[in-house]
């Protein structure tokens, strides 16, 4: 099992910036992926950016030259620049271990004048 838990969301004027953590702890070895996904309202969730297993980063073409995924050790980190309207949504911090899939409880973040 793999437990996550994410925190950093909150409400920022657009232009602005936050820093989404993700604190994994149980089985944390043998990781496939690690990453950030988001669900606006009405929307399907999306990718937002990953570790492969083979270490390599991928970006959603929206979010490339803004966001910036780490990790160090358990943690996951995004940091999100440049913040648009169009980037609220829930972010979910994700990871894939074998067959299984886990996800944390979401945090908000909101970009609003």
């Known amino acids: 099992q793999v437990q996550l838990v994410e925190s ?30 988001r669900q606006a309202p009405g929307k399907q969730r999306e990718l937002v950016a990953e570790f492969t297993r083979g270490g390599n980063k991928n ?21 999100m620049n440049s913040l648009k309207p169009e980037d609220t949504a829930v972010y979910y911090c994700n990871v894939v271990r074998g067959p299984t899939e886990y996800w944390g409880q979401g945090t908000q973040v909101t970009v609003s004048s």
């Open 8 to 37: 950093g969301g909150g409400l920022v004027q657009p232009g602005g910036s936050l820093r989404l953590s993700c604190a994994a702890s149980g089985i944390i070895f043998d990781i496939y992926a690690m990453g950030w996904y």
């Open 59 to 79: 970006y959603a073409d929206s979010v490339k030259g803004r966001f910036t995924i780490s990790r160090d050790k358990n943690m996951i980190y995004l940091q």
